[in-house]
């Protein structure tokens, strides 16, 4: 292999495991992407569950939930 080519093999090596690195990377980023919006939508569950017993309380106080 004349130096051309080794420069050109190594210059492939190099290609390939920068688009591999890149592919883990995102791969990553789309699992906590995916992990905050789960969280999030956690979040919201409860606090509406939250806000529905507020209300429900203050309902009871004034007798209005009967």
């Given at each position: 292999?004349?130096?051309?080519?080794?420069?050109?093999?190594?210059?492939?090596?190099?290609?390939?495991?920068?688009?591999?690195?890149?592919?883990?990377?995102?791969?990553?980023?789309?699992?906590?992407v995916?992990?905050?919006?789960?969280?999030m939508?956690?979040?919201?569950?409860?606090?509406?569950?939250?806000?529905?017993?507020?209300?429900?309380?203050?309902?009871d106080?004034?007798?209005?939930?009967?």
């Amino acid at each position: 292999m004349n130096s051309s080519q080794n420069a050109s093999y190594h210059a492939g090596e190099v290609k390939g495991q920068t688009q591999e690195k890149a592919s883990q990377l995102m791969d990553k980023a789309r699992d906590t992407v995916q992990s905050a919006q789960e969280s999030m939508q956690e979040t919201g569950q409860q606090m509406k569950a939250k806000a529905q017993g507020a209300a429900d309380a203050v309902k009871d106080t004034f007798g209005a939930n009967k």
